[in-house]
């Protein structure tokens, strides 16, 4: 999930790990309503990047579940280094908006990290909790990481099985939810940017316990 609105968002800036950029009025509705969009799916963990409109976000729904989000600092935002808390619309005068739009594998933020660096912390990290959440409930599990919209972007990509340079065809808006269920083969990408009021009404229920979700797509299509 990305996380809600924020504050840096409506204003145009690239917040990056600036230091308490919060949710806005409309990031705190979409935070609270995240607890509907559930539904009844039996998240099993909540996981966050470190920074406040990530941890913010998944209040309302750690309170509902009765879950102690795990901070996962390789889910934390891009380090834009010296683009951070500067206006987009500048930015996009900047030789490197160029290469970040059509060969963001070979971009390095200035002071920052580069993208191919986010999308290897960021697919570890995530591919780490995974496993450990099959073993850990005995098959398939569905948990929620709250992260950023390039970080996310990054993720799609790599389940995808798509080159990096095209990350920029997937988009994450603010509390949009995108659903990957890993097997032991192949990622498989279930929903992207998924922004409507109920989730549960657009996944299956988990795998009974000790059964593993199949590595094999479905010859023809699926018939649900």
């Known amino acids: 999930m990305r996380h809600g609105r924020s504050t840096s968002n409506t204003a145009g800036v690239l917040a990056g790990r600036s230091e308490g950029v919060d949710l806005d009025d409309r990031g705190r509705e979409q935070a609270a309503g995240l607890v509907d969009r559930i ?3 039996p998240i099993r963990a909540l996981v966050s990047s470190p920074l406040l409109r990530c941890r913010r976000t ?3 729904l750690a309170t509902a579940l009765c879950l102690e989000p795990l901070i996962d600092e390789r889910l934390a935002e891009v380090d834009y280094g010296e683009w951070t808390g500067r206006k987009i619309s500048e ?3 900047e030789p490197l908006w160029r ?3 059509a060969h963001p594998s070979a971009a390095v933020f ?3 990290e580069g993208l191919a660096q986010v999308q290897a912390r960021a697919v570890s990290a995530v591919r ?3 496993r450990r959440l099959a073993e850990q409930h005995g098959g398939d599990a569905l948990w929620v990481a709250c992260t950023h919209g390039d970080v996310i972007k990054a993720l799609i990509a790599d389940a995808y099985g798509i080159h990096l340079d095209g990350f920029q065809r997937v988009t994450a808006d ?3 939810v995108s659903v990957i269920r890993y097997t032991p083969l192949r990622p498989f990408v279930l929903h992207v940017n998924h922004t409507g009021p109920r989730l549960a009404a657009a996944l299956r229920a988990a795998p009974p316990p000790r059964e593993q979700p199949s590595s094999d797509a479905v010859v023809g299509g699926s018939a649900d």
């Open 174 to 176: 603010p509390s949009s």
């Open 99 to 101: 290469v970040v739009q």
């Open 91 to 93: 930015l996009a005068n």
């Open 110 to 112: 200035p002071g920052g």
């Open 58 to 60: 998944l209040e309302p």
């Open 128 to 130: 780490e909790h995974d």
């Open 39 to 41: 539904g009844d799916l």
